[in-house]
């Protein structure tokens, strides 16, 4: 399990608040993240944004906020210490670019970015201004990602020779609506964005858990059949013809690591993101919610699918899930999560992606306060988000081999939240 190195005492916490400003005020950060933002005991408090006045207006009216701003350019010019970014996923490059650049600290949505160039200025602008980045990879805190990382501290997986992660989510099941909420009367061209450039919620699990990173790639794509205008030349911002994509990659220790990036696959049972694991001692399979199974070489077993299960939320889902929301956004916690670590005033509020979100709103307050970096802080995050981007350019000339670029580890000067 994650330690923290010195955990600040609730009088000092207390003592510190953070004027935060969240960016986008869409069904995610509705349903979500508005009330944890809220109630953390460092926020003081919360301002909103939103280029949408009427959903603007509703927000801030069902929230109880009374400061508004009318773009990400204004909340970025106002008095905020933070930005939390839930714009449109295309968008986050830039935004958060233009928040560090504005002084305030940032934490964004995933992905990190759409392109390598976004991701290098990203990285060079957290180096320029020492402020704090955090992306919200929600994979991160997924009990299975729990529950292997400290397998491999143990050295219970051994070296690690193969893994698997998937994000297998069809359009049907709540994209279309989600875009058509976000994007406008064009919304199919933002819809049609290459599935590899939504990594994340893969790569994320196996390089947090072997601290290796990808080096290489090639990658194949599925070129759409689905008369919707969604993906194809011409249809999309990136003339994106596919709508599923397989990578292979190479990771930095020597292993290999297959990610599935699936828009149109018919499969709506159990978790939509999953992972497996084999190392030379030790392997974790993952299917679904069906099977979390570990075996090792010295013959044991065990079916962990009871317990890596996350409890039922403390709320009725119905009454919370809309347009473009999935029931999978509203889960408890396993008996992995660290709920030790959160706040008090957390506990009975919404939570959602498997135990996940009180973790990473409580990771970027108090990284904030700290000064010190969070795990999915901005070199992990070009990590999660760049083999994506190389992948889907690999898939554009049928599978050619690619290098990954690296943009290292943080330097020197940089503390941790946790000790691993």
Not at 95 to 119: I, R
Not at 294 to 320: N, R
Request: glycine share 10%; charged share 20%.
């Amino acid at each position: 399990m994650r330690k923290p190195i010195e955990l600040m005492s609730n009088e000092t916490m207390n003592n510190k608040k953070i004027k935060l400003g969240l960016s986008g005020v869409g069904d995610f950060a509705e349903k979500c993240f508005i009330e944890l933002f809220q109630n953390h005991p460092m926020v003081e408090s919360l301002a909103i944004a939103d280029v949408d006045a009427e959903r603007l207006a509703r927000i801030a009216e069902k929230f109880g906020i009374d400061v508004c701003y009318d773009s990400h350019s204004a909340l970025c010019e106002s008095d905020v210490d933070a930005v939390a970014i839930f714009t449109q996923r295309h968008l986050h490059g830039p935004m958060s670019v233009e928040a560090l650049k504005s002084g305030k600290h940032v934490y964004c949505a995933v992905p990190a970015a759409s392109s390598v160039a976004e991701v290098e200025e990203l990285v060079k602008t957290v180096n320029e201004t020492g402020l704090i980045y955090m992306m919200g990879e929600t994979s991160y805190y997924y009990p299975s990602a729990l529950y292997c990382r400290e397998q491999f501290k143990k050295g219970k997986f051994g070296d690690f020779v193969y893994g698997e992660g998937e994000y297998r989510h069809d359009m049907s099941h709540g994209f279309y609506e989600a875009y058509q909420n976000s994007g406008g009367p064009n919304w199919q061209r933002v819809a049609g964005v290459p599935p590899m450039y939504y990594p994340t919620h893969s790569t994320s699990m196996l390089i947090s858990t072997t601290g290796q990173y990808l080096t290489q790639v090639s990658c194949l794509g599925y070129r759409d059949k689905v008369d919707d205008k969604v993906f194809g030349e011409g249809l999309n911002n990136w003339d994106n013809p596919f709508s599923n994509e397989t990578a292979l990659f190479r990771t930095s220790g020597g292993g290999m690591f297959r990610v599935n990036e699936f828009r149109r696959v018919g499969d709506l049972t159990g978790n939509s993101v999953r992972m497996s694991m084999t190392g030379t001692e030790g392997t974790y399979q993952e299917q679904g919610e069906h099977t979390c199974l570990w075996t090792s070489l010295d013959g044991e077993s065990v079916d962990l699918t009871e317990e890596l299960k996350c409890g039922e939320p403390d709320i009725d889902p119905s009454e919370k899930v809309g347009k473009g929301i999935q029931y999978d956004f509203f889960t408890g916690v396993s008996k992995y999560h660290p709920v030790e670590q959160i706040p008090k005033e957390f506990f009975g509020l919404t939570n959602g992606h498997y135990g996940s979100h009180h973790f990473l709103v409580d990771d970027f307050c108090r990284s904030v306060i700290e000064n010190k970096l969070a795990p999915n802080h901005v070199w992990a995050a070009a990590r999660y988000t760049v083999p994506g981007l190389v992948a889907h350019a690999s898939a554009m000339q049928e599978g050619a081999l690619m290098a990954i670029p690296d943009f290292g580890d943080p330097g020197a000067q940089w503390q941790y939240l946790f000790e691993d």
